[in-house]
């Protein structure tokens, strides 16, 4: 039932309803994003999202306030430095609980923005979700999706581990990539929704090697004394 995406974002300022954004009745102003079905040419090609108003790796952290207004918190990656981190993270909450995720003090972030300080532009929005079938998000976005699966790399330490597209892998995404939109499922709901303007993770295994704790130890041979 489409209208539990009504709750999803209402942050102060005078737009249409999430709900009204997806819609795709006669006499209603479609989101950018909905437009028209992903080309079968360009459906594995990743181009910009845009949500309210706001263009993954376009838009600015200025434009972001001016259309969103003040964050409810602000904070960075726990592998950044926290003195000097390379990203800043601005948290939204919306006016109303989500599904499934009743407010709370301890967690009242719905809307996850992500800005490189280095170029002052939006890297990646998140809007986290509960109890949204997936087969709700479907009829809202389309069915023109590419089913892509994942598999974490192998790291050491393995917290916070990249993934890689692999068709064995565990964690499942339904993906709009001429869309800029990626989304999270788990037991058969969507969890996540991000707004990306490149490939969400590595796209082969041997990618991961660029991540510095993801690269295959070489073994120290000792030489045998005279």
Known sequence: MSFILLVWL???????????????????AESEFLREPQDKQDERQWKAG??????????????????WGKPKYVGHWESD???NPRFRLYHY???????GRPDSPEDPHRIMVEVELKTGKVRSIDIWTQDLPL??????????????????????????TPLFESPDGDSLFIEYRSRGIA???DDGSVTSIM????PIWFQSAKECEKVPQCRPKRKS???KSS
């Open 81 to 83: 430095n926290p003195k």
């Open 10 to 28: 209402t942050l102060g300022v005078p737009e249409p309803s999430f709900y009204t954004q997806f819609t795709r009745k006669p006499g209603l």
């Open 135 to 160: 087969s709700e998000a479907i009829e809202l976005f389309g069915k023109d999706y590419i089913e892509t699966r994942y598999k974490r790399c192998t790291c050491d330490p393995d917290d916070e």
């Open 93 to 99: 909450e919306s006016k109303e609980a989500l599904p």
């Open 221 to 223: 041979v000792k030489s």
């Open 195 to 198: 707004f990306v303007d490149k």
């Open 183 to 185: 989304m999270h499922v």
């Open 50 to 67: 845009t949500y309210r108003g706001i263009t993954v790796g376009k838009s600015t952290a200025t434009e972001l306030f001016q259309k």
